[in-house]
């Protein structure tokens, strides 16, 4: 663990389906959610306003990915994010989970 991405800019990954709902998850965005196995590959973002704290982040997190199992997400220092009020910075976040990660590829709302 403690791995340190750089700031991904594209979705590159033959285990994840690219497609238009996908992608509109990740432009743009200030936040980006990867893959802790593969930390190029994009799973979604957000763009962050002011209040959006890090439990609800994992609440995001849940909407964006079908999560089996339990999970935790790490910024690109390496370092645990703990669900709680404090507020969330921009940058990259790593969803370490031990079973495979699936992008819901139901309909977001905009």
């Given at each position: ?37 593969v ?17 609800t982040?994992?609440a ?24 709680n009020a ?5 940058g ?10 699936q ?8």
């Open positions: 663990m403690g791995k340190n991405p750089a700031t991904p800019t594209t979705l590159d990954s033959g285990a994840y389906p690219v497609n238009s709902r996908t992608m509109s998850r990740a432009i743009d965005r200030t936040v980006f959610i990867c893959d802790f196995q930390p190029s590959t994009v799973l979604g973002g957000l763009v962050l306003t002011k209040g959006v704290a890090s439990a982040f994992y995001v997190v849940e909407i964006v990915l079908v999560i089996q199992s339990n999970y935790f997400i790490q910024n690109s220092d390496g370092d645990t994010v703990p669900r404090e507020p969330l910075l921009p990259t976040y790593l969803v370490d989970i031990d079973t495979l990660v992008v819901n590829n139901e309909n977001v709302l905009a």
